[in-house]
Nanobody, 114 residues
């Protein structure tokens, strides 16, 4: 079982950058596929980026070239580097760990506004 805690959200101007972190407590972090999801008001939750235990990645089309997902298994942490942020990126961002079972963090707010 894992517990996930996200951090790094906040208010940023369009074109700015943020780095989200998702730190896991528990055993076997390196086995899990880690994903970042987001949910804006009135919208369904959508997958933004995903990284497998082998390091393979997948991205939502609208964030390709702007966002980068990574992981540091020694620190039990997954990251989402977000550059060239747009107002449409405004949402609550959640991390998810999956390996059979799924575990979610509590979410962190990202607001892109001038």
């Amino acid at each position: 079982q894992l517990q996930l805690v996200e951090s790094g959200g906040g208010l940023v101007q369009p074109g700015g950058s943020l780095r989200l972190s998702c730190t896991a407590s528990g055993i076997g972090f390196y086995l899990y596929t880690m994903g970042w999801y987001r949910q804006a008001p009135g919208n369904e939750r959508e997958m933004v980026a995903q990284i497998g235990h082998g390091g393979n990645t997948k991205y939502l089309d609208s964030v390709k070239g702007r966002f980068t997902i990574s992981r540091d298994n020694a620190k039990n942490t997954a990251y989402l580097q977000m550059n060239s942020l747009k107002p449409d990126d405004t949402a609550v961002y959640y991390c998810k760990a999956s390996w059979g079972d799924e575990y979610w963090g509590q979410g962190t707010q990202v607001t892109v506004s001038s």
